[in-house]
């Protein structure tokens, strides 16, 4: 690496603060700033349980012995998915971003667990991400579009109730179904239509994969994620090229 970074398996929550700031900037200048779960009072006691999951992956990236970026990946069945991966502006580029990610990949964690794939979400918008996890060998599968919705004539549902789910994060509830998650009480992000029944001021955001089809509901569309996958082996061998 151009400059000297040391890679560590984070377990508690010493650098928890650090991280929870580094989730928010990765959102800096998006339409998502303040409104995804990474900005919710509740994040912070989510994330403590993710540091001690034998299925979640965190890596802290180092400088100087000062944390200046991390990477988060999950466990399904073989594949690995890559929730998030940040580096800030004093390490990026210089092929640092494929130097660690090859590290993290070929690290013992990883390894013996035999995974056979790897997957993440990258937003349209994200025109450098894509194309880096593009030249890195992975390739777009799925395409997700994400609006602001509103409902013209809401139902008056007395059976809707406010509660919080087993991550510790409030929502939006029916007959113990969650609808939606509730942001800061200023968004909602959605998880089912029937919560623009839900009578209040904040925004509703939702990631629906095809075309909508409702027709009392105004959805704007302002970004896209893309589902990106390819084998571990196969980016591996093309990040070894780069």
Not at 56 to 75: M, Q, R, T, W
Not at 176 to 198: A, E, F, P, R
Not at 219 to 242: A, G, P
Request: glycine fraction near 4%.
């Amino acid at each position: 690496m151009k400059k000297e970074l040391s890679i560590k398996r984070l377990s508690d929550d010493n650098y928890l603060f650090e991280i929870i700031t580094m989730h928010k900037e990765i959102f800096i200048e998006t339409e998502f700033y303040g409104r995804l779960i990474y900005f919710d009072d509740d994040f912070k006691n989510y994330f403590r349980t993710i540091l001690s999951d034998k299925d979640h992956y965190v890596f802290g990236i180092f400088s100087d012995n000062d944390i200046h970026g991390f990477i988060h990946l999950k466990a399904f069945s073989n594949t690995l998915f890559l929730n998030n991966i940040f580096l800030d502006e004093s390490i990026r580029g210089n092929g640092n971003g494929t130097n660690v990610l090859k590290e993290v990949l070929n690290s013992a964690f990883i390894v013996n667990e035999d995974f056979v794939n790897i997957e993440l979400d990258v937003l349209e918008s994200n025109f450098k991400a894509k194309n880096w996890y593009r030249k890195i060998g992975l390739t777009p599968s799925i395409i997700s579009h994400w609006y602001f919705l509103k409902k013209s004539t809401p139902l008056d549902i007395v059976n809707l109730y406010l509660d919080y789910d087993l991550n510790g994060f409030k929502g939006v509830f029916l007959d113990n179904t969650k609808l939606g998650t509730i942001i800061n009480d200023s968004s909602i992000i959605v998880h089912d239509l029937k919560v623009l029944d839900y009578k209040c001021n904040l925004l509703f955001i939702a990631k629906i994969t095809g075309v909508p089809k409702v027709s009392n509901i105004e959805f704007l569309q302002f970004d896209s994620s893309i589902r990106m996958n390819s084998k571990i082996t196969n980016v591996l061998k093309t990040m070894k090229d780069v």
